[in-house]
Structure formats: structure tokens, C-alpha cells
């Protein structure tokens, strides 16, 4: 991955957080504060502008400050939980205008162990996790097995998509959604569905 593939995968993930907004925010309106889909799209907007008007020196760059921008813009939970994942992944990173797939994967890690340091979510606990984690785990296997970019972005993208789903049937043990008790099953988690704009994302600019 080099700097302008990281900033092609942020300004996709843009678009599909502003197209999807809406859909967001119905899931939050359900189980959280309905706020998600707001939240997010102010956010990228701000990671838009950010990537409109900066010189980066590396991939590290690009996502150490597309992740502060995040922790500044966005209110709510998701603020903090992505913005760390993104400053976490940059700050794995080598130096330089290239990475490696072991690299990022490794960065991609940093990123779902900076998420449940913050939040303290382990997976079957209807969060940002149960796509995150599964996602992580596909990314890493692709990339031991010798796949390319596009591949394991596509794995990763399928199993962030199959694991946000799994969360309609789970009861929320963290968050606001965790208030509702057993009436927050039945839902599909919003963050987890974030979770997997994202990783759809990374899928779509790497198709061949």
C-alpha cells in the first residue's frame, strides 16, 4: 500500500459513510442514540478536507491524522474507538511511502487491540469487535497464504460483512445498546456495520 492508495481507501470510505448515513443511524436509532450515521459522516467530512489539503510524509501519516481527525470531529463512542484504530494502525507502520501486506496487517491489528483497549468489547459482545475481529483474522490468514492486496481485502471485507449480521442476534453486553438488555437483540449492530463500510471500502479500491 502506498500513500495514495491509503488516501483513495479513506475518501471511499467517505463516500459510503455519507451514502450509508442515513441507514446508520436508523440501526442506532434502534439500540443507541441515533446519532451514528450523523456522527460519522461529519467526521469523514472533516477526514475529506484533511486529505484535500495535506502533504503526507508516509501510509503511517496518513492515518496517524485522518485518525486525530476523527478523535476531534466525531461525537459520541465512535469517535475515540475509530479514531484510535486509525492512529494505532498508523503508528504501527514503517516509515516511507510504501508498505508491505504484513505490515498493514500487522497496523490493522494494532488497531482492533487499540479498539478493545478503549473500549474493553470482546467479541459476542454486539460492538465494533464482532466485524472487526473476524475481519482481522481473514486479512491475516490471506496474507500468511501468500494472497495479494485485493484478495485479502476481499476476505476481510466478507467476514466484516458476516460478522456485523451476526450481530442481530446478540444482546449488547457494552455500550449505550447494553441498557436495553435482552431487548437489543434482534438488531444489527451500527457499529459493527461501520466496521464493515470500512473494510468494503478497502475491498472496492483494490478490485482488480
Not at 172 to 183: F, I, Q, T, V, W
Amino acid at each position: 500500500m502506498d500513500v495514495t492508495l491509503a488516501i483513495t481507501w479513506l475518501r471511499a470510505v467517505a463516500d459510503s459513510v455519507a451514502a450509508d448515513a442515513d441507514e446508520l443511524t436508523k440501526l442506532d436509532s434502534a439500540i443507541g442514540d441515533g446519532d451514528h450515521g450523523v456522527n460519522l459522516r461529519r467526521g469523514f467530512t472533516a477526514v475529506t478536507a484533511l486529505l484535500d489539503g495535506t502533504e503526507f510524509t508516509g501510509v503511517g501519516d496518513v492515518f496517524v491524522r485522518t485518525g486525530g481527525t476523527l478523535i476531534s470531529k466525531v461525537g459520541g463512542a465512535s469517535g475515540p474507538l475509530y479514531g484510535s484504530a486509525f492512529r494505532a494502525l498508523g503508528k504501527a507502520l514503517p516509515p516511507g511511502p510504501v508498505v508491505t501486506l504484513p505490515d498493514l496487517a500487522g497496523g490493522l491489528r494494532a488497531g482492533l487491540d487499540a479498539v478493545s483497549a478503549l473500549g474493553g468489547a470482546i467479541p459476542g459482545d454486539k460492538t465494533i469487535v464482532d466485524a472487526y475481529r473476524p475481519a482481522l483474522a481473514a486479512f491475516e490468514e490471506a496474507v500468511i497464504g501468500g494472497a495479494a492486496l485485493p484478495e485479502a481485502a476481499a476476505g476481510a471485507a466478507r467476514a466484516a460483512g458476516d460478522g456485523a449480521r451476526a450481530t442481530i442476534s446478540l444482546t449488547a453486553r457494552k455500550g449505550r445498546a447494553s441498557y436495553l438488555g435482552e431487548r437489543s437483540a434482534g438488531h444489527q449492530d451500527p457499529g459493527a456495520t461501520s466496521t464493515w463500510l470500512i473494510f468494503q471500502a478497502l475491498a472496492d479500491v483494490t478490485a482488480p
